[in-house]
């Protein structure tokens, strides 16, 4: 076994020092190597957590891509034979061209990518109350504020949507089971579109995923409406509340009495970003990643991407 590994983390922005902190706070064995084309920024990560400079002579058991998505194939074809494992941030690619071409570079055993929401233990709370309840809708928001930011360069279905299209794929329904998709795009700022509807149905279930990069609030829910109950799920409280109508409605009565049943806190839940990194430090150690995600990023990037 695998007891202390060498990660290379090209690109020292905001994402990699998030990777860096969780490595330095919980992984400690592992030494971190990093490469920025911004020297400055790669000083500043050195010092901050106790990197080494990138040293073209070693092969490294993880390459971490934490550039813009428009460079992450170009970053991967740079460097991918200095290590034999990879995690790319999400999305993967912006097209299928892209993607068909990534995949031709890497095995995708070897390759993960950075859906942090697939590791929130939330969702597993959500998936155990709905265990012996038939799911009927699911409504999604991911709204954020306007990030003006080089690094954005998708559109938002990709950059927001991806995430929860990949909880869906990882808990909830299945991709050979979808009957209807459609993604309404609007608002293109530049290249790329700042907001989006998605419409899915599968056999059961119908679902609508609104994402925006342009609201003045910044909100993460999810709301589950199945055959007994309602359960809003709010990523940021971290909170699950379960509605419960005691009677249905009559329709000469306008009296309807509801209840919430319950509301779950969830702070003392691990942080998804700790989750992940032990999901792929585990992997990196086994050589491989388990056909469960493999076909969760496969699926996500399928139904998503542009052609």
């Not at 290379?8 to 920025?36: M, N, P, S, T, W």
């Not at 010092?47 to 991967?76: G, Q, R, S, V, W």
């Not at 009957?179 to 795009?185: N, T």
Request: proline share 2%; net charge positive; with cysteine.
């Amino acid at each position: 076994m695998i007891n202390n590994l060498n990660l290379l983390i090209v690109g020292c922005g905001k994402i990699a020092k998030l990777h860096a902190r969780i490595l330095k706070e919980q992984f400690k064995q592992h030494q971190i190597y990093c490469i920025d084309k911004n020297t400055a920024s790669q000083k500043e990560f050195i010092e901050k957590f106790n990197a080494k400079e990138f040293d073209k002579n070693m092969h490294y058991d993880a390459l971490l891509i934490c550039t813009p998505t428009d460079k992450h194939l170009d970053t991967l074809k740079k460097y991918k034979d200095y290590a034999t494992n990879y995690f790319i941030e999400k999305p993967l690619v912006n097209t299928q061209k892209e993607y068909d071409e990534l995949l031709n570079l890497v095995s995708a055993k070897n390759l993960y990518c950075g859906f942090i929401e697939i590791h929130n233990e939330i969702f597993l709370k959500l998936k155990n109350l709905l265990q012996n309840e038939k799911i009927i809708s699911v409504q999604i928001i991911r709204h954020s504020p306007e990030i003006i930011s080089e690094r954005l360069t998708s559109h938002a279905h990709m950059d927001l949507a991806i995430h929860d299209v990949s909880v869906l794929f990882k808990h909830f329904i299945n991709y050979s089971n979808l009957e209807k998709f459609e993604i309404i795009k609007n608002f293109k700022n530049k290249n790329y579109f700042e907001t989006a509807e998605i419409l899915l149905k599968d056999k059961k279930i119908n679902i609508n995923i609104s994402v925006s990069r342009k609201t003045n609030k910044k909100i993460r829910t999810w709301r589950v409406v199945s055959n007994l109950k309602t359960y809003e799920v709010d990523l940021i409280s971290n909170t699950i509340t379960v509605f419960e109508s005691i009677d249905p409605i009559h329709i000469d009565s306008n009296k309807f009495t509801q209840k919430i049943t319950e509301t779950l806190n969830s702070y003392s839940l691990a942080e998804p970003a700790v989750n992940q990194m032990r999901y792929f430090i585990d992997g990196v150690i086994k050589q491989g990643f388990s056909n469960e995600i493999i076909e969760v990023i496969n699926n996500s990037h399928r139904l998503l991407l542009d052609d």
